[in-house]
C-alpha cells in the first residue's frame, strides 16, 4: 500500500472568536437524575459509568430513550423514558454482579431494529465475553412490552460459538437496512486485533478479524466504526504499540460497502477482506493524517458521521510544532481537542485544532439534523463540563464554547448521537465528581 498524501483545507491554533460566530447556540432544557448510587471507583482518572468508548451508553430508539450504568453495589441498571423528557423507568439486573473497580469494564447498548431486542456487552478489560439480550420487541413495542429483568435472558460468554477470553471495547452500530453489529478488540493493548459480528434473525454470526495488529505487535484504538445513510460503514483508529498511551500514533481510515467483508481505502480501492485478508493495523496506504508517538495522542476520543456522509473524528493531542513529551500524563496536561474531517465528495481530509484543553478525559462529538457539530468534553482536573459547537454554514470552522458548567462532573460525558439528529435535542450522560449521581442533561438547539 502506497502512503496516502493528505491536504490541509483549514489547519488553525484554536476556534474562530465568538464575536464571528455563527454557531448554533443551545438553551437548558432540562437536566434529570438517573442515579443517586452510581458505582464510586475510580480508575484510568474515570468511573465505570461514562468512558468514551461506551458505544452506546445512553441512546434512543422508536421514541424511547435508554441509558445503562453501574450501581454501587455493582449491578447493571438499565433505564428507559419517553424522549426527550418522560419519568425514567429502571431495571435492576441483580443475576450478575461485577467485582471490577475498572473503568474500563463499562455497559453497552445495542438495539436491533429488525427484531427490537436490546443487547448488554459489559465488565470486561481483557477479560472474559459477557452478553445478554433481551425478549424480541422489548424496543419496538415499549407500551405494551414488559419492562422488567425477566424480559432478559442469561449472561453468556460467547458469541456463535466462538471463543472470547480476551476481550475488551464492544460497540454495537447498525446498517441502515436495519442489521445489528458488534466490534470488539481480541487480545490487549499494544498487542490485539478488531473482530465483526452480525446480528440476524435471531442468531449471531461470526464475520472475522477486520483489523490485524497482533502481526505487527501493536493494536488499533477505534475511534468509533459507523455507517452513513448510502450504507458505507466508516471506522477510524489509532494505533498503540506498547500498553503505554505514548506510543499512540496517526489517525488511520478505512470503509466498507458490503457490511465490514471487504475494506477500501480512503481512494476507494479494495484493500482488504475480513476474516483472510485484514486491514494491516499500521498500513501507510491506511494512514490519513500523521501523528507521530510522544505527542499525547488519546486513543477512542469519538467519530460521528453526517448526513452527507462527511466523517468527523474528535482526538486530542499536543499542538503542532510543540516539542514531544515522553510521560503521557504531562503530555495531556497540555493537549488540545482537534476536528478531523473527510469531505465525503473529495476525499480529503482536512484538520483544524480546537484549543480547548480535557487532561486525562475525552469528549465527544456529534451532529444534528443540519449537519451542525457539537463537542462536549470534561476535563480530569477542572471537573468543568464544556458544549461547543460549529455550523455546517461555516465549514465547520466557527466553534465557539456555549456553555461551561461548575466544577461539579468527572469521567467522559456521552451524547445521545441517535436523538440529536432527529429531534435537535442535544443529550448529554454526565456522571458527577465521586460517580454516585448521574444526570442527563438535555439541551435545545438552533441557528447554525
Not at 472474559?128 to 422488567?148: D, M, Q, V
Not at 476536528?339 to 483544524?352: E, F, I, L, P, V
Request: hydrophobic residues 35%; charged residues 15%.
Amino acid at each position: 500500500m502506497s502512503l496516502l498524501t493528505v491536504t490541509a483545507l483549514a489547519v488553525t491554533v484554536g476556534p474562530t472568536p465568538a464575536s464571528f460566530a455563527a454557531a448554533p447556540v443551545v438553551s437548558h432544557a432540562s437536566t434529570s437524575t438517573l442515579t443517586t448510587n452510581g458505582r464510586t471507583a475510580v480508575s484510568y482518572s474515570g468511573l465505570m459509568n461514562g468512558e468514551s468508548f461506551q458505544q452506546d451508553g445512553i441512546t434512543t430508539f422508536n421514541g424511547w430513550q435508554y441509558a445503562a450504568f453501574w450501581d454501587q453495589d455493582g449491578y447493571a441498571n438499565l433505564s428507559r423514558r419517553q424522549a426527550p423528557s418522560g419519568t425514567w423507568q429502571n431495571i435492576r439486573l441483580t443475576d450478575y454482579r461485577t467485582t471490577s473497580t475498572d473503568s474500563h469494564n463499562v455497559i453497552c447498548i445495542g438495539i436491533s431494529p429488525q427484531d427490537g431486542t436490546i443487547h448488554l456487552a459489559f465488565d470486561m478489560h481483557s477479560d472474559r465475553f459477557k452478553y445478554r439480550r433481551s425478549a424480541t420487541g422489548l424496543a419496538t413495542s415499549p407500551g405494551s412490552a414488559t419492562w422488567s429483568a425477566s424480559s432478559f435472558g442469561a449472561v453468556q460468554n460467547s458469541l456463535a460459538g466462538t471463543n472470547m477470553p480476551t476481550v475488551t471495547y464492544p460497540q454495537f452500530f447498525s446498517a441502515p437496512d436495519g442489521t445489528l453489529q458488534m466490534a470488539i478488540r481480541t487480545g490487549v493493548s499494544g498487542n490485539g486485533d478488531e473482530v465483526l459480528y452480525e446480528y440476524r434473525s435471531g442468531s449471531w454470526s461470526y464475520i472475522g478479524e477486520f483489523i490485524d495488529g497482533t502481526s505487527y505487535d501493536n493494536n488499533p484504538y477505534l475511534f468509533g466504526i459507523e455507517y452513513d445513510r448510502e450504507g458505507l460503514l466508516h471506522v477510524t483508529w489509532t494505533v498503540r504499540e506498547t500498553p503505554n498511551g505514548s506510543t499512540n500514533h496517526d489517525l488511520f481510515y478505512a470503509y466498507s460497502r458490503d457490511k465490514g467483508r471487504s475494506w477500501r481505502n480512503n481512494a476507494g480501492t479494495v484493500v482488504a477482506t475480513a476474516g483472510s485478508n485484514p486491514l494491516a493495523s499500521n498500513a501507510a496506504g491506511l494512514r490519513v493524517w500523521p501523528n507521530s508517538q510522544n505527542r499525547g495522542l488519546m486513543n477512542q476520543e469519538s467519530q460521528v458521521v453526517d448526513a452527507a456522509g462527511n466523517v468527523h473524528v474528535l482526538s486530542s493531542h499536543l499542538p503542532a510544532n510543540t516539542p514531544s513529551i515522553t510521560d503521557f500524563n504531562t503530555a495531556r496536561n497540555s493537549a488540545v481537542l482537534v476536528h478531523y474531517w473527510r469531505d465525503k465528495a473529495s476525499k480529503q481530509w482536512n484538520q483544524r485544532y480546537l484549543g480547548y484543553t480535557e487532561g486525562l478525559s475525552r469528549g465527544d462529538i456529534a451532529v444534528d439534523s443540519r449537519d451542525n457539530l457539537y463537542v462536549v468534553s470534561g476535563h480530569s482536573s477542572t471537573r468543568i463540563l464544556q458544549i461547543a459547537t460549529a455550523s455546517k454554514a461555516s465549514n465547520w470552522s466557527d466553534w465557539t464554547v456555549r456553555h461551561r458548567s461548575a466544577a461539579t462532573y468527572m469521567s467522559d460525558p456521552l451524547i445521545d448521537h441517535a436523538l440529536l439528529p432527529t429531534q435537535n435535542v442535544l443529550s448529554i450522560f454526565t456522571p458527577h465528581s465521586g460517580g454516585s449521581r448521574i444526570e442527563v442533561q438535555n439541551w435545545n438547539t438552533s441557528g447554525g
